[in-house]
């Protein structure tokens, strides 16, 4: 069975710092993964994705994550955090012929400090 | 395009009582997924269709639950004879194919 683990509940950062959340999967075949962001009482948006390829995706808002298959591991990343990067991320690993069935972690929340 | 649209946004309902949510899709769309979403948790898959088919529905969507997508267009997912552990965000997405998906804004249901 296919899950994801955000090892993280919550992390704090001060704005302009580096941010890196952390996501771990299992999965049995290739996997399809995502972050994606959701801001309070909002659904969630799509930051990035990964399939094949460069193991380095970038995204919207100047996120990007590596895909490390090695460590099962798909990392997300900031270099400067703003003040508005504020909401819970989620990761999220999927059947490439049906990545819309997804299986989501339980999101880590970032606070990001004036 | 204006994306994913899911009313009502909120639903507060007695216990006992049955609701009824309304998810939009991407209009060029053809497959539409369900998805619950409870406090402190990432979302959990409920049931997808392709056009009108629901070709895949989870152990969660108990008896209570029914999903539609009568044209493959919209789709209504209605629970029965609501309880408290019922109370969630449910969250809709669409998606072309087997690629990515998109989500609307949800609905939030609060059964007191």
């Known amino acids: 069975a296919q899950s994801v683990t955000q090892p993280d509940i919550h992390i704090t950062v001060s704005e302009g710092a580096s941010l890196e959340l952390r996501c771990n999967y299992s999965y049995g075949a290739t996997p399809y993964l995502f972050w994606y962001v959701q801001s309070p009482g909002q659904g969630l948006q799509l930051l990035l994705k990964?399939?094949?390829?460069?193991?380095l995706v970038q995204g919207i808002k100047g996120f990007e994550a590596e895909f490390k298959r090695s460590q099962s591991s798909f990392n997300l990343r900031k270099p400067s955090v703003h003040w508005s990067d504020a909401a819970e991320y989620f990761c999220a690993v999927g059947p490439y012929r049906n990545a819309g069935k997804s299986t989501f972690g339980d999101g880590t929340t970032l606070t990001v400090k004036p | 395009d204006t994306g994913v649209s899911q009313n009502p946004r909120h639903k507060i309902t007695k216990r006992g009582q049955n609701v009824t949510f309304r998810c939009d899709p991407i209009?060029?769309?053809?497959?539409l997924y369900w998805y619950r979403q409870t406090l402190g948790q990432g979302p959990e898959f409920l049931t997808y269709f392709q056009n009108e088919a629901q070709l895949e529905k989870s152990r969660l969507l108990s008896d209570r639950f029914s999903a539609e997508r009568p044209k493959g267009s919209f789709s209504t997912l209605e629970i029965q004879r609501t309880e408290q552990g019922d109370s969630a965000m449910y969250l809709c997405?669409?998606?072309?194919?087997?690629?990515?998906?998109?989500f609307g804004q949800g609905t939030r249901l609060t059964v007191v």
């Open positions: 997405a669409s998606s072309q194919d087997s690629s990515e998906a998109f």
């Open positions: 990964y399939f094949s390829g460069d193991t």
């Open positions: 209009s060029e769309h053809n497959r």
